[in-house]
């Protein structure tokens, strides 16, 4: 159900030509109220809205789970219906969603007694300041958080609301294209924020939060989110005392984790073990960022909506598909936790296999959470375990350029001096079913390179019996298609085609059809974590990561890591701000495959 | 065929500044008296190079292994040594013994001669396309001196923008080389005095002769005759430029095709669609030949419908008199549209040689449902006050009668029955004095089968299909619509464009249709023209339905001047499941 309404109060709302429409209003009240409507909603055709606004209020305590029902996409149709296709049509789309999210909150004041207290534990830390906090904000400014909500800061050190306030007030900056009203909202948000100092392994210290946040909640419903911002290590006592001492009483409780999420499947395994003692499954929120990220939430809608893609998506047309990362900066002085994982674990084993498991997925029974991650599970498991001569590892060394010396890794005052651990790392992984057969998926991933990038990109098969190929010169697969999605980046989507170079005889040249984020959409596109934060709050799981998920992706590359490290594999050394080991370029010939990132973009 | 194209007129050595290389080995050539022909074979592992360095995909691997010059010279090598087409032959050797081309515009005093022909020869003399050895005679009724024709030429030149300099001095070396002679069309004796004339200025070196009968259709077959007998070249080759309309039916056509092979060959005869030689329309087999992305999707099995649409924001102004005798059907659809849609809908032909692409045209033709009169819609435009600016109705024209049934607006959906195209409506729109000037062709695919995401489309799925559209005119573009997800939390399905405007990616000025038919005219690549068995096939599907409309004497539906059309328009679409809503509305 979640599904339902986070789609209404999130994106449908732009549909409606006048935001004042009061039918709309009250609808996108029902959705936005309260955080589970339950089925009772599946029955909401357009006139009944209101109604099924209503019951979703009386049936709060529905059971979470059951609002993944796939019942729900339905649902929604005669509602979208109100609004005519064409209002889509236009050049830049600026979007009064946000005004309507407003407009949302403010109805349902009278309605909805339900309210949501967010728990940062680790609020002290980098990702609580950088990220979270500012995100929180974002959603509050734009009116996409319930009514009454909480924030709670927790951590071990001590320190007064005021102060926790001021902390956060530095880090919260306003969206570019709404500024006004901005430090007033800011104002308001901050005193919704709160602090508790404690222990993560002290019940009783979660006792005395929960007081503090029974207060906050006034008697009303509860529904509570935890997100566990602190080292792996202290998870799973985090998370005992939060479920024993800290959980809702009659709303739910769930607990947003980020990576790392163990070292292999054996410490992966244990953690999940760890955390299921405590928590359902459903409970669990395990973040993977990239998964926030707004052009690959639009792969599947590229893939899945589009029928010009449909007959090419498969080992008959695909000849590899290209996952690139790539940051232009090293550890810089914050070694210590990368120094233990490595570019493998940190980006690859999660970030890179998540979106090739999205990439290459069939086509989902529903956009329902769970028949997505069915489908992820299925392509994971479908993978062959990555083999160590599948595999090239780099590591940066220094590197002296105009005047500028770069560090190398290990100059790293937080990294030991022998550390072997991978700042770069290729693969060629491959997914033995009948969909992607014989198809090299490669990936790439590395820090202190010589720009900062994430994009899929997907190289055709030359056209059998090309009659241009004179056109073209000796090797044809230098002149086929290919699809980028970059991520990020300048968000955008460009097809290479060959194409005729205009003017008197015929000359081919590789041109893109392209989409440009930042020229089509006027609006800012929101950090994935407040797409993630939201999809917590509203139970819509499909962006996090199922156990079973987590499990099929360490299989993967649990036995090559441990080869690395048994053998102690010396990684191939790059200079800082190269394109790094050109190993990578070896890996990539063996499969015939050319990193589609060498050649010089315009 | 396409071999010679690509090798000799692709290389305009003078465009990119780093060329000095072409130009180096030109002024060699030239100096040992070879034809720059040669020159532009060899550059043309020149230009490949370019291409790879100014290509914006350049792959090193490649780049580096042309340099290495092996595989580009010996590709270079064998287009000089393996000419397939025979009148290749006669071209080399013009050029070891001095060819000389002489261009005779017969009707060098019409609009079209002054407004498109001489212009596009001097386009071509400006950016060296044009032989070393040629002069341009004008022929014409009218009594007019070398230099009267030539000051009635340079009022029409124009210098392309991006090559100024010298433009003057260039356009005076222009007109030196044209001359004038003035005769009848239909007598043998002032083509006699013409070759005599042309005789001079060849001054005995091979003589190869190409004539544009920029003339009334009737004189076609007398100056054919004339030409043939008299003024026909003796060792080189004669060719013969003809321009629509073709007949104004089946039999009419068949009657002028019949007369002009009665003193020409089928290889001499070039009959000119200049919307063939529209960018686009020269780019639709690239992008459908060498990009493995559109193949697939090429077939009944993607693809609902086909959009061909042309429209001009004007009426016949003044000048209906030619227009009222054909009407809109014969003077767009059944050659400029028709012909665009047999390129859309060929099979692959086996080479790019002019007779291979041919073929493949005829099948396409010749498996086109004729047109039944219920699967059309005409129209006709009547008059508007806007404001304070009034618009004349069709039949306000001077030159038109006044109760003219002629229609100025035609839509037609034809289909094609072969196992590709079977039940996949062709929708041919073509008007005048509509509401905007464009020409494009625009393919709607099906529906997603099975969309995850309809119920974020509203309840018509076939409007949120994808969409390829490829813009001829004006402002030359490709664009596919796709869904794609409205950036932004939450979950808004939103048509946006993957699009390729031209003019953001190639800043220099397309060049005009007629100069490449010209140049290919000269280097006789047929590609583009079409065969005689082509007009056939192509006056087959159209010709039953003009004869049952002039006989019903059917009367044509009014529209505005200016505005979209009739409305019947959408009926007709509608008839198909085809949405024609878009027409002139989007971007």
Not at chain 1, 213 to 235: A, C, M, Q, T
Not at chain 2, 51 to 67: D, G, I, M, T, Y
Not at chain 2, 178 to 188: H, L, T, V
Not at chain 2, 360 to 370: A, Q, T, W
């Amino acid at each position: 159900m979640a599904t339902l309404y986070s789609t209404h109060c999130r994106s449908y709302s732009p549909l409606t030509p006048s935001p004042s429409s009061s039918s709309y209003s009250s609808y996108c009240s029902s959705s936005s109220s309260s955080s589970k409507l339950g089925h009772v909603a599946v029955s909401s055709s357009a006139p009944k809205r209101f109604l099924a606004a209503k019951l979703s209020v009386l049936s709060q305590n529905q059971n979470v789970a059951r609002m993944q029902d796939g019942a729900v996409a339905t649902a929604v149709t005669p509602i979208e219906n109100d609004f005519p296709f064409k209002k889509l049509k236009g050049g830049l789309l600026s979007e009064p969603s946000t005004d309507e999210c407003k407009d949302a909150v403010r109805f349902d004041i009278n309605e909805n007694e339900s309210t949501v207290s967010i728990t940062v534990v680790g609020a002290s830390g980098d990702l609580a300041k950088k990220k979270i906090f500012p995100a929180l904000f974002a959603l509050y400014y734009e009116g996409c958080l319930p009514k009454h909500f909480t924030v709670y800061g927790y951590a071990r050190s001590k320190m007064t609301d005021a102060e926790l306030r001021t902390m956060v007030s530095k880090t919260l900056t306003c969206r570019i294209d709404k500024r006004e009203n901005c430090g007033e909202k800011m104002e308001q948000f901050l005193e919704r924020c709160f602090y508790h100092s404690g222990q993560y392994d002290s019940q009783e210290n979660f006792a005395e939060l929960d007081k503090k946040l029974k207060e906050h909640e006034g008697g009303k419903v509860s529904n509570r989110l935890f997100y566990l911002s602190i080292p792996p290590n202290v998870f799973i006592d985090a998370v005992r005392c939060a479920s024993l001492s800290a959980s809702a009483g009659n709303g739910w409780t769930r607990v947003i984790v980020e990576k790392p999420f163990g070292r292999d499947s054996e410490s992966s395994a244990a953690l999940t073990k760890g955390l299921k003692q405590y928590l359902d499954e459903d409970q669990i929120f395990r973040i993977d960022h990239y998964l926030g990220k707004e052009l690959v939430e639009n792969l599947s809608v590229l893939r899945f909506s589009n029928l010009i893609f449909e007959p090419l998506w498969s080992r008959q047309y695909i000849r590899n598909v290209q996952f690139i990362f790539s940051e232009d900066f090293g550890t810089e002085g914050r070694g210590g936790y990368f120094d233990n994982y490595g570019i493998i674990r940190d980006i690859m084993q999660n970030h890179l296999l998540q979106i090739l498991a999205l990439f290459a997925m069939e086509t989902p029974v529903s956009l329902a959470a769970e028949d997505i991650r069915n489908e992820k599970v299925k392509v994971l498991r479908s993978m062959r375990p990555l083999e160590i001569e599948n595999m090239v590892i780099g590591q940066y060394k220094s590197h002296t350029k105009g005047g500028v010396t770069y560090p190398a890794y290990t100059d790293d005052k937080t990294v030991p001096k022998g550390s072997l651990t991978p700042t770069f790392a290729a693969a060629a992984l491959f997914i033995d079913n009948a969909r992607w057969d014989g198809v090299p998926f490669l990936m790439k991933a590395g820090k202190a390179l010589h720009n900062k990038k994430a994009e899929i990109r997907v190289q055709f098969r030359h056209v059998p019996g090309n009659l241009y190929n004179r056109n073209i010169g000796t090797d044809l697969d230098l002149a086929t298609n290919e699809l980028v999605i970059r991520v990020q980046p300048d968000e955008a989507i460009y097809l290479k085609i060959n194409n005729k170079v205009p003017g008197l005889g015929m000359r081919l040249d590789r041109s893109n059809l392209n989409l440009h984020y930042a020229a089509r959409y006027s609006k800012e596109i929101p950090d994935a974590y407040e797409r993630l934060l939201l999809d917590a709050i509203e139970g819509e799981r499909r962006l996090f990561i199922r156990s079973d998920e987590l499990d099929a992706a360490w299989s993967l590359f649990t036995p090559v890591l441990k080869e690395l490290e048994e053998k102690r594999i010396i990684p191939e050394y790059y200079p800082y701000g190269s394109r790094g080991p050109v190993g990578a370029h070896y890996l990539a010939a063996r499969y015939k495959v050319r990193w589609g990132d060498v050649s010089v973009e315009q | 065929m396409a071999i010679r194209l690509s090798s000799c007129s692709s290389s305009s050595a003078t465009f990119f500044a780093h060329s000095s290389f072409c130009h180096e080995t030109e002024t060699i050539l030239k100096r040992k008296n070879f034809g720059i022909w040669v020159c532009q074979n060899n550059s043309n592992f020149h230009e490949n190079k370019r291409f790879e360095l100014k290509a914006s995909n350049v792959q090193p691997l490649k780049a580096v292994s042309l340099q290495a010059g092996a595989p580009a010279n010996s590709l270079a090598t064998e287009r000089v040594v393996n000419p397939v087409q025979e009148d290749y032959i006669p071209f080399l050797q013009t050029v070891k013994e001095e060819s000389t081309l002489s261009i005779v515009v017969v009707g060098a005093s019409g609009d079209l001669a002054r407004r498109k022909i001489f212009p596009a020869l001097f386009a071509l003399f400006n950016e060296d396309r044009l032989p070393e050895n040629f002069t341009i005679f004008g022929y014409a009724r009218s009594i007019m001196t070398d230099e009267e024709l030539r000051n009635m030429i340079s009022k029409t030149l124009t210098c392309r923008v991006d090559k100024r300099e010298n433009c003057n001095e260039k356009m005076d070396a222009f007109l030196k080389r044209c001359f004038y002679q003035s005769g009848q069309y239909s007598s043998e004796e002032h083509f006699l005095e013409l070759d005599n004339k042309l005789k001079g200025k060849e001054a005995g070196r091979l003589s190869n002769r190409l004539f544009y009968l920029a003339i009334p259709p009737n004189m076609f077959v007398d100056v054919a005759r004339c030409a043939k007998h008299r003024a026909s070249s003796e060792n080189g080759w004669t060719r013969v430029i003809v321009e629509k309309p073709f007949g104004r039916d089946t039999e009419s056509s068949r009657e002028l095709t019949r007369g002009l092979k009665q003193y020409l060959n089928e290889d001499q005869i070039f009959r000119i669609d200049h919307h063939l030689g529209e960018e686009l329309v020269e780019n639709l087999l690239v992008l459908r030949f060498s990009n493995l992305v559109f193949q697939p999707l090429w077939s009944r099995n993607y693809i609902r419908n086909v959009q061909l649409i042309f429209s001009e924001d004007f009426g016949t102004e003044g000048r209906g008199r030619y227009f009222d005798n054909y009407g809109i059907i014969r003077d767009i659809m059944q050659n400029h549209l028709l012909q665009i849609l047999a390129l859309f809908a060929m099979d692959t032909p086996v080479s790019l040689d002019a007779e291979d692409i041919r073929n493949e045209k005829v099948k396409v033709l010749r498996s086109v449902k004729p047109v039944q009169l219920e699967d059309v819609v005409i129209g006709q435009y009547k008059g508007d006050c806007d404001g304070n600016t009034s618009y004349p109705s069709y039949t306000d024209d001077m030159t038109v009668s006044n109760n003219s049934l002629t229609p100025t607006f035609a839509a037609a959906t034809l289909f094609i029955n072969n196992a590709q195209w079977d039940g996949v409506p062709f929708l041919m729109i073509a008007g005048k004095a509509l509401h905007s000037k464009r020409t494009e062709i625009r393919v709607q695919f099906r529906h997603v089968p099975g969309n995850l995401y309809n119920h974020k489309s509203g309840t018509d799925l076939d409007n949120a299909t994808n969409e390829l559209v490829i813009r001829i005119q004006p402002d030359e573009a490709i664009y596919l619509k796709i869904n794609n997800k409205v950036p932004g939390l939450g979950m808004r399905l939103d048509r946006s464009e993957l699009n390729l405007l031209y003019k953001a990616r190639y800043p220099r000025e397309i060049s005009d249709a007629y100069e490449r038919l010209l140049i290919d005219a000269i280097e006789g690549e047929r590609r583009l023209f079409i065969r005689s068995d082509e007009l056939d096939a192509a006056w087959q599907v159209l010709a039953p339905l003009l004869k049952e409309l002039e006989e019903k004497k059917v009367a044509p539906e009014l529209y505005t001047y200016g505005s979209g059309g009739p409305v019947g328009v959408h009926y007709l679409a509608a008839q198909h499941n085809i949405r024609w809503g878009d027409f002139g509305y989007d971007d």
